[in-house]
């Protein structure tokens, strides 16, 4: 087996796991990569049973996390091609060569399994990527791109020409975008590498010698068996001697990203494109045992749920009705059953689907973005729209109205949707994400992260937003992490800090405007900390329809969502009445501001960031332990 670093530390790397393989040093980028393979595989007394282009590199946030591994099942060359007024051209479309090779399928399937890997594409780079904007390009390009390196396809390249097979395996040590050096991780990613190369299970070529795409697997492990030379010293090999060479194979060129390792366990995830209305796909062929994200739990404390305070304004009552003409409006209350205990799951009966004469049941909550976004919708006023039978509750209910499968159309908080995306499908619009909205953790004092290790907090619902975001800066800023957690109802969670029943509050909503008038002081802001690590939007809330009303009805449910802002934006005063009788803030600013902070472009149509930051943050979540991880296709609108 040969295997081909781009620098010394990968190749030492490698060496530690034990496993005798030669170990070129071929030096950064693709073209170094691939005169080193050819060198050493011309070179070798033995023809090679495989070559392994190793090393670390940058994951694609949503597809893999710090820390993580990354098995090629394609090898991509995504910038060689040509700038054109149209965008970027493969050189493939200018009728030259190849910009991608595939590895063996069962090798790099087997390869994943043993190791815990993630199996999908990884992109070979001649300039790391340094932008959130590039990033996005590349996954709209690779949409099931996992990584970036810059060494894959040179060394594919290389092993095409020889005939012998190739695989690709890079250590996650940064996340693909914005450039933050004090975010990479090399020593642990190098470490993670180690330990991938110790696990690899052995393959070795069929009878007869040669390297094909049918890798046979020896024992119990699939892999590729070394041992087809003699041992090569390390260095930087010399170009072989006038090659002439076969034109490079099929498949996907992976890239090679900065050069950052990752610690297992590090929230810096990579970003997951995808096309302009559907997902990012993450890799959808991994076989049993590869893992999509790194999902190890790590403790967290449990919340309880908290009881209202004393002098806490009242929830609005049970039947309030709109006086507004158009929905049939409903409160919902609280219950014994409106949230579900930890961990207990609850099944979900669905109810009968509407015929198209029915109305849709709808639940949204009674804020100022979704009664300004829902209002002309609710109302009758969008051509062609299904009826809508309307219930306002707040976020923590809807939330476990969806668990229960109970409506047919709910805003909920995109840390719901792991638990709900079985029977719900996530529209594309109407939700709420966005930048400098995120939620906040305040103190009665002035107080800093450090000081909240095992403090009291409480906060919305343990399935929000709200609480992944805290429960990710938790991690990174509060040494030791917070203590106890207490879930209680939004509206009651600045008095019950005012007044010290808590020592810290996590807020949402309008509360951004008026935890100043409560005294209250902000120790740190969700929303920052998560656009300083991932350069994505902060995802909110969702809107989710029944999967069983059909791709038709979705679809009418989608344009109905989208029809509604626009006609809300052209007349903002159209709303006003509805807003301001539902805001639990009744200053007229204080909603408009709220509106003008949630109500975005990401409203209108979630796009390629606002796909990749709901799967960030989800696979973000997933690796911390706090949701169930994401299938590959589960944000595909139908």
């Known amino acids: 087996m040969l295997v081909v670093t781009a620098v010394a530390a990968e190749a030492e790397a490698v060496e530690r796991a034990g496993r005798g393989y030669d170990v070129v040093v071929g030096g950064v980028g693709p073209a170094a990569a691939a005169a080193a393979a050819a060198a050493a595989l011309a070179a070798a007394p033995v023809p090679y049973d495989a070559v392994i282009a190793a090393g670390i590199g940058g994951g694609f946030v949503g597809a893999v996390p710090v820390g993580g591994v990354v098995v090629a099942d394609e090898i991509v060359a995504a910038d060689l091609g040509a700038e054109t007024a149209e965008g970027f051209v493969p050189v493939t479309d200018l009728g030259f060569g190849a910009v991608a090779h595939r590895p063996p399928p069962a090798a790099a399937g087997a390869a994943a399994e043993e190791t815990g890997a993630v199996l999908g594409t990884v992109l070979t780079v001649s300039t790391v990527t340094g932008s959130a904007e590039r990033a996005v390009e590349l996954l709209r390009r690779h949409p099931r791109a996992a990584a970036e390196a ?343 969670i600045m008095p019950a800090v005012r007044d010290g029943k808590v020592d810290a509050g996590l807020v949402i909503h309008e509360a951004r405007f008026t935890y100043q008038g409560y005294g209250l002081h902000r120790v740190a802001d969700m929303g920052e900390h998560w656009e300083a690590t991932t350069g994505l939007p902060i995802p909110l809330g969702a809107v989710i329809a029944r999967r069983a009303l059909g791709a038709e009805t979705l679809h009418a449910l989608a344009a109905a969502a989208r029809a509604s802002v626009r006609m809300a934006w052209e007349d903002p005063e159209a709303s006003r009445a509805y807003v301001r009788e539902h805001a639990q803030e009744t200053d007229p600013a204080v909603a408009d501001q709220h509106i003008g902070l949630y109500v975005n472009e990401f409203t209108a149509d979630l796009g390629e960031d606002g796909y990749a930051a709901v799967r960030g943050l989800l696979t973000r979540a997933a690796a911390e332990g706090l949701v169930p991880p994401l299938a590959p296709d589960a944000l595909a609108f139908p």
């Open 150 to 492: 810059m060494e894959g396809f040179g060394v594919a390249e290389a092993a095409s020409r020889h005939g012998v097979p190739v695989l690709e395996i890079r250590a996650v040590s940064n996340a693909v975008g914005p450039r933050n050096r004090a975010a990479w991780r090399i020593p642990a990613a190098l470490a993670a590498l180690t330990t991938t190369f110790a696990a690899l299970p052995a393959l070795t070529t069929p009878e007869g010698g040669g390297g094909d795409s049918a890798v046979r697997p020896v024992g119990a492990g699939v892999t590729l068996s070394g041992g087809g030379s003699a041992g090569h010293a390390r260095g930087t090999a010399a170009p072989p001697a006038s090659d002439s060479v076969a034109p490079p194979g099929s498949g996907t060129a992976a890239s090679a990203g900065s050069g950052t390792a990752v610690p297992p366990g590090s929230d810096n995830v990579a970003s997951s494109g995808g096309g302009n209305a559907a997902p990012p796909v993450a890799d959808t062929a991994a076989p049993h045992g590869a893992r999509s994200a790194a999902t190890a739990p790590s403790p967290h404390s449990r919340p309880r749920v908290g009881r209202p305070s004393d002098n806490a304004p009242p929830p609005p009552a049970a039947g309030t009705p709109s006086t507004d003409p158009g929905p049939r409006a409903r409160t919902a209350q609280p219950d014994a059953t409106a949230t579900p205990p930890d961990g207990e799951e609850h099944p979900m009966t669905s109810p009968p689907t509407p015929t198209p004469s029915q109305a849709l049941r709808i639940a949204y909550s009674p804020c100022p973005n979704d009664t300004f976004v829902f209002h002309a919708w609710a109302h009758g006023l969008v051509p062609g729209a299904p009826p809508l039978d309307v219930t306002f509750a707040d976020i923590h209910l809807t939330n476990g109205m969806a668990e229960r499968g109970e409506l047919d159309v709910l805003k909920v908080s995109y840390a719901v949707l792991p638990y709900v995306l079985d029977r719900y499908a996530l529209l594309p619009c109407g939700g709420a994400l966005g930048r400098a909205c995120g939620p906040l953790v305040l103190t009665a004092a002035a107080q800093n992260p450090v000081d909240l290790a095992g403090r009291t907090v409480a906060v919305p619902s343990e399935r929000s937003t709200a609480y992944l975001l805290f429960r990710l800066w938790a991690a990174a800023e509060v040494p030791g992490g917070v203590g106890e957690v207490v879930v209680m109802p939004f509206h009651e």
